[in-house]
């Protein structure tokens, strides 16, 4: 069975850092599209950063220099990190994999912002 487990999240003041990661067991990471997702309390679910297995790399415009998602093919990780923080960050943050029918998510941590 594939499991994707989320850690790093918390409490930061806004201007600080943040680095989450999301380790899986169960999967090869290779060949596999990884994603960040965000959940904001009360707003739907939205894409912020993607990663190619070619390491390219995709961005949400709120996020674009502040955000830098990297990946560990080797570790089955995938990173996020988090720079320059805003109130407006705060959210529940989901790691995803995805290779041609094979979708799999994390089961999230929760990012606060705030002073």
């Known amino acids: 069975q594939v499991q994707l487990v989320e850690s790093g999240g918390g409490l930061v003041q806004p201007g600080g850092s943040l680095r989450l990661s999301c380790e899986a067991s169960g999967i090869d990471f290779n060949g596999y599209v990884l994603r960040w997702y965000r959940q904001p309390p009360g707003k739907q679910r939205e894409l912020v950063a993607t990663?190619?297995?070619?390491?390219?790399?995709i961005y949400a415009d709120s996020v674009k220099g502040r955000f830098t998602i990297s990946r560990d093919n080797a570790k089955n990780t995938v990173h996020l990190q988090m720079n320059s923080l805003k109130p407006e960050d705060t959210a529940v943050y989901y790691c995803?994999?995805?290779?041609?029918?094979?979708?799999?998510w994390g089961q999230g941590t929760q990012v606060t912002v705030s002073s």
């Open positions: 995803n994999a995805r290779r041609l029918y094979n979708e799999f």
């Open positions: 990663i190619t297995n070619g390491g390219s790399t």
